[in-house]
């Protein structure tokens, strides 16, 4: 088999090295267009963990990079005068010309054949070779010749960077926050070599494109760029130099391919490897691991499919590659968005700031960071209550962020744990039942501080389905009295309803029926509403375009279910403006196509809505709070729907008409909508409403625990945190993590005290707090006294 890669940086030394030990027969030719040592940037950053996978797959290369690599577990980061420290984090990094160096002579030691200051004009000169690699580098000539197939996608971000290095001895991965007249400039700084000539550190000074405009960067020569940053940053410097290689103002690009291998009908193969596939931002210093891992698993794939053709062979490694590289690359987006925006986070307290700093990519979260740093995390719990103003006992300790108690106006929760809204689609005539009461019961009595019911309809025409819930009849109000009344005498927890009215979604069968299949008219279909007569889908019947009528009616009977929300006793009301029903379908204009004076710009379209929440408001009580749902995004490539940007708007808008309290989700107006699914993922919406505005705000989407929780809330992304699948997953999910955080004094019902774990014995007597007034109240029982149930001994 003959291979050739173009482009001699890790990516291609690393494969020509582990595929000539796999396949001894192989012959590999390795082109690069650049000298032995030339090379871009100073340090090579590696994770502990990908040091492991390093050693299995070439010990020899291994144990040669380990031997010039300087090692640290520190993460320090400077901001306004102040020096905060993380520990825990084990890191290594070396010099990349040291790095290339390796490869090289183990490459030639396996005979791999190395090629320097070879231009390539055309992948014609390698007719004879099985397999061509594009190991070429982010702006990869590979990749553009078979553009066409590799479908790149390449956006050009904002900020501005340079690779500086630095004679200045480091002992941790530092950041640097540094504030001007221009803005704000950063620094991601790391040490790479120590001997005998001295020390060398990486530092990348990073910052937006409009600061380095402003600050006459985007005329800088290298000598004036590297005299601005020593000006800049003496204080960090001392009497150290920062020094240039190639160090001109770029900006990341971060690139995809929806393929990563063609294979052509002549019998050419060629496939990407490292960054001419896939980039990963410097910020979570990936760039080289993924390079490296890409050969692993390309040599990986030709052994385990030995002797199946090149072009199957291709197909299994990026299948088997591809979820790996888009998890860490997401991670890194989100590692690169922090950064753009970390101007935003300049106030907060230096504790908080390094938190949220620490978990920024996702990859970090709360519990890991107790396992790495658990004084950051005890400094983050005391801090975040004193904030918050929880006032603890004498020695007690604070409480992780999610059970710290929350106040707003009347509202007090004894912890930020939220039930998101869940269809039940198991109401009669929007009349709900026992099945109801146990759903929502369950998870009062599973220890979550507040409870919101599923979409309510304030009108029979209001529902999505004839199982939606409502709110419009006496019979209504009093079944749901009677939930709230549960609730209210059985938990601690409060309860919120949220009312809605679904729009042109509306008059669908039960989603077990088959999802969003219209109902006919034998089915009892109704007349659906929207600001314009357009169907959700193409093949649904028109809904009407409402007219002055149909909005007081709609408008007054938002008002009516408020009055019975207040009379059923609910704590809160949210009004659901989201997900494409019919308030959210105002407000975008992906559904919104009126040329009066409710539609067009954004401040029309939120014209109506606001009608709405004013009526809403002055129905409930000033010192209750009033919530609302809104899509922070149409998640449409193209910008044509709602944005993040306007939902800063929408929420300054709804502030000053009377919401208290705004819960952040996504999508939901057009079925063309591509969100971008992954953990947390709907979190940033949350926190840039939260910084952007002075409005208190409620986190939702794929918070997959009270891990996650703490993260959000710790690094001050939001208020509190909304859990639903988790929560149908396991009602009592509030209880189980008190336990296992060990909050021994997180209330619980009297009747389930025999099922929890048992505490260790307390060096005082503490009181249990049976919620539940039925059966007897051991108010003053200590823990050891709690009877064992019989046959325990035996288990």
């Known amino acids: 088999m003959k291979i050739v890669s173009i482009g001699g940086g890790p990516a291609g030394l690393y494969f020509g090295i582990l595929m000539k030990k796999a396949f001894p027969e192989t012959e590999i030719r390795i082109l690069e267009r650049n000298r032995p040592d030339d090379t871009y940037g100073w340090g090579v950053v590696f994770s502990d963990e990908t040091l492991e996978n390093f050693e299995a797959a070439d010990g020899p290369t291994y144990r040669e990079i380990t031997r010039h690599f300087v090692h640290w577990t520190d993460i320090e980061t400077f901001r306004q005068g102040t020096r905060t420290v993380s520990t825990g984090h084990g890191f290594s990094a070396l010099s990349r010309r040291t790095l290339l160096s390796i490869l090289h002579a183990r490459c030639r030691e396996l005979g791999v054949q190395l090629e320097f200051e070879r231009e390539v004009e055309s992948l014609d000169e390698f007719h004879d070779a099985d397999l061509i690699l594009g190991a070429d580098g982010a702006n990869s000539w590979v990749r553009r010749e078979v553009a066409e197939h590799f479908r790149p996608r390449l956006d050009w971000r904002r900020a501005k960077f340079t690779w500086l290095g630095t004679d200045k001895p480091l002992d941790a991965f530092t950041f640097i926050f540094e504030p001007t007249e221009h803005g704000l400039f950063q620094v991601h700084a790391y040490p790479f070599e120590h001997g005998p000539e001295g020390d060398l550190s990486t530092w990348i000074v990073e910052c937006r494109e409009e600061t380095w405009r402003a600050a006459g960067l985007d005329r800088a020569t290298e000598e004036d760029t590297v005299a601005f940053c020593e000006r800049l940053f003496a204080e960090h410097l001392g009497p150290h130099r920062l020094l240039a290689n190639r160090s001109i103002w770029r900006s990341f690009p971060t690139v995809q391919c929806e393929s990563w291998y063609h294979s052509g009908g002549s019998g050419r193969n060629v496939v990407l490897l490292g960054d001419a596939a896939h980039t990963a931002h410097f910020s979570v210093g990936s760039g080289t691991k993924l390079a490296m891992e890409d050969a692993a698993a390309l040599v990986e794939a030709f052994q385990e499919h030995r002797g199946a053709p090149v072009p199957q062979i291709l197909d299994a490694y990026e299948n088997e590659r591809w979820v790996e590289v888009i998890k860490l690359q997401k991670a890194a987006q989100t590692s690169l968005e922090w950064f753009e925006n970390s101007d935003r986070y300049q106030e907060q ?15 970090i979260t709360y519990d890991n960071l107790a396992e790495r740093d658990p004084e950051l995390v005890r400094q983050i719990n005391e801090w975040y209550c004193r904030d918050r103003g929880v006032e603890l006992p004498p020695g007690a300790e604070a409480p992780p962020p999610a059970f710290a108690p929350f106040r707003l106006k009347d509202l007090e929760l004894h912890n930020r744990i939220v039930v998101s ?63 709230v009344d549960f609730v209210h005498g059985q938990t601690a927890a409060k309860i919120g309803i949220q009312l809605a009215h679904a729009g042109r979604k509306g008059s669908v069968c039960h989603p077990w029926l088959g999802e969003d299949i219209p109902l006919t008219e034998d089915e009892g279909a109704w007349q659906t509403l929207s600001p314009s007569a357009v169907p959700y889908y193409p093949h649904w019947p028109a809904p009407k375009a409402m007219d002055r009528g149909d909005m007081d009616r709609v408008t007054a009977a938002f008002v009516r279910a408020t009055g019975r929300a207040l009379a059923a006793g609910f704590d809160l009301v949210e009004i659901h403006m989201a997900h494409g029903y019919l308030l959210s379908s105002f407000l975008s204009p992906l559904s919104n196509l009126r040329r009066d004076e409710y539609g067009g710009s954004l401040t029309n379209r939120l014209r109506y809505p606001l009608e709405v929440l004013s009526a809403v408001r002055a129905a409930w009580p000033a010192e209750k709070v009033l919530a609302v749902r809104v899509s922070a995004s149409d998640w449409m490539d193209d910008g044509s729907g709602i944005t993040p940007e306007d939902t800063v708007e929408i929420a300054r808008h709804l502030r000053d008409a009377g919401c208290d309290l705004l819960d952040l989700s996504s999508a939901g107006n057009s079925p063309e909508s591509l969100p971008e699914y992954g953990r947390m993922y709907q979190v940033p919406f949350a926190e840039k409403v939260r910084f952007e505005t002075d409005l208190p705000v409620m986190a939702v989407g794929a918070i997959q625990g009270v891990d996650h929780a703490n993260t959000v809330l710790a690094a001050g992304r939001a208020d509190l945190a909304l859990m639903a699948r988790p929560h149908l997953h396991n009602p009592y999910l509030t209880l189980h993590e008190a336990e296992r955080y060990e909050l021994w004094d997180h209330p619980w019902p009297g009747q389930y005290l025999l099922g929890r774990a048992t505490p260790p014995k307390p060096s005082k007597r503490r009181k249990l707090r049976p919620l539940s007034p039925m059966g007897p109240r051991r108010e003053a029982l200590d823990e050891t006294q709690v009877p064992t149930p019989a046959g325990a001994a035996a288990e």
């Open 349 to 363: 307290d230096p504790v908080e700031f390094t938190f949220n700093l620490m978990t920024r990519s996702k990859r």
């Open 421 to 483: 809204p869940m269809c039940q689609y198991s109401a009669e005539d929007g009349l709900i039942d026992d099945w109801h009461l146990v759903h929502l019961g369950s998870r009062a009595v599973g220890g979550a501080g507040l409870i919101i019911t599923e979409m309510t309809d304030v009108s029979p025409d209001g529902r999505i389905t004839p199982g939606c819930a409502g709110l419009w009849t006496d019979q209504q109000e009093a079944a749901w009295r009677r939930v």
